[in-house]
């Protein structure tokens, strides 16, 4: 906006240079030709008034200080040098002096060089006819015009768009600084948290946009905190019922129809489990921890229980998280890894503000079109559905939900030269 306000201003300024330019030059050649008008026109008065024999006497005695006077028959002036604005000032002149209908020729004649006090100065040419066959001409040394008009106007013009411009610059940050403010609080509101209430300043449409989008953070937190304590609800509500259909069933009859009904109350109770986990993610209490120590315990209860996960020596980062939650998504990651690929690697590094778990495995990868969806609640790459061939499609949503509540991310990627890539970023704890 201020490139665009500069450059129409300098546009601006260069056209009411131009004009004020030509006016003061104008003026200034008016002014400067003005008493040599005046004296052509009075000496030419008395001249054409007089007796024809005193008329080379009054020229003479006209023919002074910087002024030459001739009578001749033809003014020798051409009609490309003639100046149709000197030559009607110059009849104006003359009429105040009687000599109203008179022919006039006048031309400005530029320096002719030279030497002497006058050489530099413009030369003006003036005749009028005051009989059949007699002109009167003139030549003056007209005063030349100021030379520092050019750098006094040049210095205002340029002032003048400095002072503009600047105030433009000025009340343009003050719409910006508060957009900005506006902009940045939009990109870091994910919904997971409260975001920080802005203090609504500058323009009035400005101010009302500030306070519009505090009230809809206010609205869509109070809309996210319903559905989680709902969510809450019903997975609490339904753990007394699922417990006691369990009890029922375990003397049902035959052995094989009470089997699968309890395969099926356990199927539903994990995935109640994992509904309450997305339901706690946006109130879980965070903490400063070593989050290097935390993975690579993790990963030595994996290593207890002889499956097929690594850690590879990190740098110690200290992050503020909320522990369980955490396990939890790195739990998710994991199982993912070593039922998928096979086997899990794991490594944590601190990148751009922000600390990253990362976990490496050579299996089949994720497609590239593929992995935006996956990460979306009960959606899962096989689609058969069946818990014997994956979970409920909850894993990775919880892990990316868990990510974002901790200010982070949860990113797909491919792991050259064979696999997939996962890295959970949370928001790294300031020193």
């Known amino acids: ?163 503009v411009l600047g105030a433009a610059a000025w009340g343009t940050r003050s719409i910006n600084r508060p957009l900005r403010e506006l902009t940045d609080a939009a990109h870091e509101f994910t919904g997971r948290s409260s975001a920080p209430a802005l203090q609504p300043h500058g323009p009035d449409d400005v101010r009302e946009a500030m306070e519009a989008f505090n009230a809809m953070n206010a609205r869509i937190i109070s809309l996210l905190e319903e559905k989680d304590y709902l969510l809450g609800a019903i997975g609490h509500d339904l753990r007394t019922p699922l417990a006691s259909l369990r009890v029922r069933i375990e003397s049902m009859e035959p052995e094989e129809d009470r089997e699968a009904a309890i395969a099926k109350i356990e199927e539903m109770t994990a995935m109640l489990e994992d509904i309450l986990v997305l ?57 993912n890894a070593v039922i998928y690929a096979g086997s899990a690697q794991l490594r944590v590094l601190g990148e751009d503000g922000k600390a990253i778990v990362e976990l490496r495995d050579s299996g089949s990868g994720i497609p590239p079109e593929e992995r935006e969806r996956v990460v979306q609640p009960f959606q899962r790459l096989e689609t058969s559905r069946s818990r014997e061939t994956g979970g409920s499609g909850l894993g990775l949503a919880i892990a990316r939900s868990i990510a974002e509540s901790h200010g982070g991310s949860l990113e797909l990627r491919s792991n050259a030269p064979q696999g997939l890539a996962v890295r959970l970023g949370i928001a790294e704890r300031e020193a």
């Open 1 to 163: 906006m201020v490139l665009l306000l500069g450059l129409a201003l300098l546009l601006a300024q260069l056209a009411s240079f131009a004009l004020v330019w030509n006016d003061r030059q104008e003026i200034s050649r008016a002014r400067n030709e003005a008493p040599a008008i005046t004296r052509f026109a009075e000496a030419a008065g008395d001249i054409a008034a007089a007796d024809p024999e005193y008329r080379d006497l009054l020229v003479k005695d006209a023919s002074r200080r910087g002024a030459g006077f001739t009578l001749v028959s033809n003014p020798s002036i051409t009609a490309s040098e003639r100046d149709s604005d000197l030559e009607q000032r110059v009849s104006e002149a003359l009429a105040d002096t009687g000599l109203g209908n008179t022919e006039v020729e006048a031309a400005r004649l530029a320096p002719v060089g030279g030497s002497g006090p006058d050489a530099d100065r413009p030369v003006l040419r003036i005749a009028a006819r005051i009989a059949d066959d007699t002109w009167i001409a003139g030549r003056f040394r007209s005063r030349p015009q100021d030379p520092t008009l050019i750098y006094r106007l040049g210095a205002a013009t340029l002032l003048l768009y400095l002072f």
């Open 279 to 335: 339901a706690r993610t946006t109130r879980a209490q965070r903490r400063p921890m070593d989050l290097t120590a935390l993975v690579e315990a993790l990963v030595e209860e994996y290593a207890e229980l002889e499956r097929p996960v690594t850690f590879e020596p990190s740098s110690r980062v200290t992050a503020e998280i909320a522990p369980d939650l955490l396990r939890r998504a790195l739990r998710n990651l994991i199982d």
